[in-house]
């Protein structure tokens, strides 16, 4: 899938998401996306983050969010393939194989690179920096062919 292709998916979903509003409240894997508390499970392996998967179209979203629910940023990825989504305080740092952060990191990282959630086709890591902010930074966990022959 291009990159095109998936922006365009992505942004369709986001688009019928707002627009369905109540139609897709019965669907709680494609609601709360953005949201400090989603109702939706915490699926990160690490006790100081919150990470949010939702699924629509075909497209998997991760959100990753801080111990207090701040939105730091989030990812929609399908086929190996990813997008940044402009939300979080820190979207703007958010790095995939396709689209490096649309900032350069300023500060140095305050601690190592944090697994925020990891399954079979995606991996995310958060940096918090010296700074105050935090680079979250997602990478395919399989071959690309693999992962465009295989349900995500």
Do not use: E
Not at 5 to 13: G, Y
Not at 95 to 124: E, G, I, K, L, W
């Amino acid at each position: 899938m291009s990159n095109t292709r998936l922006r365009s998916v992505a942004l369709a979903a986001l688009l019928f998401a707002g627009a369905a509003g109540p139609a897709l409240a019965a669907q709680p894997a494609a609601s709360g996306l953005g949201q400090a508390w989603p109702n939706t499970t915490d699926v990160s392996p690490s006790p100081n983050w919150h990470a949010y998967v939702f699924t629509m179209g075909g497209v998997k979203y991760i959100q990753v969010n801080d111990a207090n629910g701040n939105v730091i940023g989030a990812v929609g990825t399908s086929n190996g393939q990813f997008i940044t989504l402009p939300i979080g305080a820190f979207s703007q740092l958010v790095s995939t194989p396709q689209q490096p952060s649309a900032v350069a990191p300023t500060a140095q990282p305050a601690t190592a690179p944090t697994t925020v959630y990891n399954d079979t086709s995606v991996q995310v890591t958060a940096t918090p920096q010296t700074d105050g902010t935090v680079q979250l930074m997602a990478t395919s966990t399989c071959d690309p062919i693999q992962c465009s022959t295989r349900a995500q």
